[in-house]
């Protein structure tokens, strides 16, 4: 299997959204309050998977560069 530039952007989006939906599980299943600097850590973190999400759908080159570095 090649691995394209598509799958890569996935992959960096899905890791995002993997630790997002981890943390809210921490957060509301498990009944842990997060701290300032683990809501803070969320921010990069949606704008990777926001991101990468409108990059898999329009396919630019500069999007995924931007994506890697949030």
Do not use: D, N
């Amino acid at each position: 299997m090649r691995v394209t530039r598509k799958i890569l952007m996935l992959l960096a989006a899905s890791g995002s959204l993997a630790l997002m939906l981890g943390a809210f599980g921490f957060q509301y299943i498990g009944g842990l309050p997060p701290c300032a600097m683990c809501i803070w850590q969320r921010y990069p973190h949606v704008v990777a998977i926001v991101i990468g999400l409108i990059a898999l759908r329009f396919g630019a080159p500069l999007l995924a560069w931007i994506g890697a570095l949030a």
